[in-house]
């Protein structure tokens, strides 16, 4: 079986140890090991899809039936897809007694399942992510406040099948960050803040390419805190991580968090 590097496993574990609070940052790698397409890479969703014409507020308002097209195909393809051991072991860390907090740039809300499923009849809420990107499994309105969770099929071969505010009759889109749009101001506001305050960093899954995500993990090293890395290839963040571990997060993230001293138990 190949695996991170042992000595680096042990590095990373002793970093957790000591660390009294911890920031995760996640990316589309966590859930590639669920069957979750990534954003880039070989088989990545920016090799045959261009950002520019489905993901942008100008492609909404150009062709919004090929917009919603190409999200309902996605939200069908997550729809799929369940959590896999890395989001399982980060909603253990996140629930127990470590001071440990969730940041993704997903919109797939596979964090949020393994959090429920975590929690069993317990409060799911401390490992509920704080999602920099949105949901794919909400939609909010172009014109008026109204907001509400989705998870069912949507009709999109014509465009009087797209979906409506039952507010105001505007369209409704995906409640998602497009490219050209700004994070939610509290939201990011809040990852800045967990992550300044976190003794150390955990990075996974992400190509770090996409600001302002990607500056969360500066936050804590900017702090004095340290940073590790989960990913099976380099990033521009790799030179600031103390540890970096190679390989798929479902892997090696239940290997790093699943024992005694990382864990807090
Ligand atoms: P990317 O697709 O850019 O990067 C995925 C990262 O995951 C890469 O660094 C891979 O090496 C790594 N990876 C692949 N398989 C992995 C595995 N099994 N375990 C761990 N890591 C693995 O995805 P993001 O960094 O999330 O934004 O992309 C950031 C943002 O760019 C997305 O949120 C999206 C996109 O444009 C918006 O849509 C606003």
Not at 35 to 62: D, I, M, N, Q, Y
Not at 69 to 87: A, D, L, M, S, V
Not at 138 to 146: E, G, L
């Amino acid at each position: 079986m190949t695996g991170p590097d042992v000595g680096d496993l042990e590095r990373a574990r002793g970093l957790l140890a000591e660390a009294g609070t911890i920031c995760v940052l996640t990316g589309a790698g966590v859930s590639a090991e669920s069957g979750v397409p990534t954003f880039r890479g070989e088989s990545g969703l920016w090799k045959s899809h261009s950002p520019e014409e489905l993901a942008t507020p100008h492609a909404f308002r150009r062709d919004p039936r090929l917009v919603w097209e190409w999200y309902e195909w996605r939200r069908q393809k997550i729809r799929e897809c369940r959590p896999n051991p890395g989001h399982e072991a980060l909603a253990r860390l996140a629930l127990g007694p470590r001071r440990a907090r969730i940041v993704t740039q997903n919109v797939d809300g596979l964090h949020e399942e393994a959090a429920r499923t975590a929690a069993g009849s317990g409060d799911p809420s401390p490992a509920l992510p704080l999602e920099l990107h949105g949901s794919i499994f909400r939609v909010r309105c172009t014109s008026c406040a109204y907001r509400v969770s989705h998870r069912h099929p949507l009709q999109t071969e014509t465009r009087e099948d797209l979906p409506r505010c039952p507010v105001c009759s505007a369209l409704l889109r995906p409640d998602v960050v497009w490219f050209g749009e700004a994070l939610d101001p509290e939201i990011l506001s809040e990852a800045f803040r967990v992550a300044r305050e976190a003794d150390l960093c955990l990075v996974a899954g992400t190509s770090a390419l996409v600001h302002p995500a990607a500056s969360v993990p500066m936050a804590t090293v900017e702090a004095g805190g340290s940073m590790v890395e989960v990913n099976p290839t380099d990033t521009p963040l790799t030179h600031m991580a103390r540890v970096s571990l190679r390989g798929p997060s479902g892997e090696i993230l239940p290997q790093l968090l699943d024992w005694p001293e990382s864990s807090g138990t």
